[in-house]
């Protein structure tokens, strides 16, 4: 079985942590294919956390979609400072961040933690950089745009490379992402009054060592022994728990909040009603997501599938029939979020309610992909 590090970093860039029988990969320059993302005049670009899942995956998303840079620096720890890893044909060696990491960055594609953005962030701002952070640091500043490109991409038009001085800009929670990219063309329709939301988050989430350790707990499971317990302080595998996310005093959890909030600040609307309960499943990669509306205009199923089928980067998959509805396995590895089981809810009057499931890859439309897309438009 390969390892769930290897699982998720498929399509990862550092050359200590591959296999040698590891394929070449897909995003490598194939014999005859002209490069067009390394461009004399193209920005300067900065990727902080770059060994970590995310970072990985911003390697990966940048050069599927042939993200246009004239240079790109590779950040992390001082752990890592030092190693080598091959991006696009090219070598590169991983540098310590430090507050000259970003003279002559115009973009820095932030995801090394709260802390950290906390600190460098303002830090390359300040130094004229443009800054699309992963992390919560940010999220909730009124001045800073939490932008899903989809969505609200107007939240951020004012700010452009070459504008002449930095900025910041948060990509929201990868729950919140996922649901609000089914849920917000069903609210341009209807507008949701309210919405309830029941996740089911896979290990990716919590970064690579948690994957390591559902899979470890798996096979240890089945063997008989004790399974170890480092990540989450409890068994994973064959089991579900709540969010490992703080508790506050309202009996939410931090997961939960972000979902309230961020929804409110991303619709610039106050008055939604949201509620959510996160939990954590022995899922690998890809999370799934339960959510009910209800709606101000009636909005019938029909109308919702067709406006869900016409709405970018969401497919539906709902087949009734066949009883064959979105999961988080054929999400992995996608750009789209996959929406299934658009039914009118029976609770509702007339067509005032729906329900829905989605699943999407938090690592790539929740994490990497949404940011690179908020990168494209400062171009
Ligand atoms: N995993 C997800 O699905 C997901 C989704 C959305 C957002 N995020 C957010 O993205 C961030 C990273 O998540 P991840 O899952 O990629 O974590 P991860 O795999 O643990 O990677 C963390 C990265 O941060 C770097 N780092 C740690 N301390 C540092 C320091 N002092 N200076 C510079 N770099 C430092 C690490 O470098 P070293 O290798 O040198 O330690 C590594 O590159 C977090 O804020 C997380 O909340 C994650």
């Not at 029909?302 to 509805?325: C, Y």
Request: charged fraction near 25%; include cysteine.
């Amino acid at each position: 079985m390969a390892s769930s590090l290897s699982l998720l970093r498929q399509n990862t860039f550092l050359s200590a942590t591959l296999p040698t029988t590891r394929p070449k990969p897909k995003y490598a320059s194939a014999p005859g294919r002209v490069r067009m993302s390394l461009q004399e005049n193209a920005p300067t670009i900065a990727v902080v956390g770059v060994t970590g899942a995310v970072g990985q995956e911003f390697l990966s998303v940048l050069s599927d979609r042939d993200f246009p840079y004239s240079s790109i620096k590779m950040l992390a720890s001082k752990r890592s400072a030092g190693r080598r890893m091959t991006f696009e044909d090219k070598e590169y060696v991983v540098e310590e961040l430090t507050a000259e990491s970003f003279d002559g960055v115009d973009i820095a594609l932030f995801s090394a933690g709260g802390s950290i953005s906390k600190e460098f962030g303002p830090i390359a701002v300040n130094r004229g950089t443009i800054v699309v952070d992963n992390s919560s640091a940010f999220r909730m500043d009124e001045n800073v745009p939490l932008v899903i490109p989809e969505v609200n991409p107007e939240a951020m038009e004012k700010i452009k490379v070459g504008m002449g001085k930095g900025a910041l800009i948060a990509n929201p929670n990868c729950s919140t992402i996922i649901c609000l990219m089914a849920a917000t063309p069903l609210h341009r329709h209807a507008k949701v009054l309210r919405m309830v939301v029941s996740t089911y988050q896979a290990a990716s989430g919590a970064g690579a060592a948690a994957m390591e350790e559902l899979e470890l707990q798996t096979r240890e499971v089945l063997e008989g022994k004790p399974p170890t317990c480092k990540i989450f302080n409890r068994q994973y595998a064959f089991n579900l728990f709540s969010h490992n996310a703080s508790v506050l005093s309202n009996g939410y959890n931090e997961e939960e909040m972000k979902l309230v909030k961020e929804t409110r600040k991303i619709w610039n609307d106050k008055d939604v009603k949201v509620t959510a309960t996160c939990i954590r499943v022995p899922v690998m990669r890809a999370h799934a997501e339960s959510v009910n509306l209800q709606f101000e205009r009636p909005l019938d199923e029909d109308t919702a599938r067709d406006i869900l089928k016409n709405s970018p980067g969401v497919v539906v998959i709902d087949d009734r029939e066949s009883n064959n509805f979105p999961t988080p396995l054929e999400v992995s590895n996608k750009d789209d979020v996959a929406v299934g089981r658009i039914r009118r809810d029976l609770s509702q009057d007339g067509n005032q309610g729906l329900d829905i499931f989605i699943c999407g890859d938090q690592i790539r439309k929740g994490a990497a992909l949404n940011a690179i897309q908020i990168a494209e438009l400062l171009l």
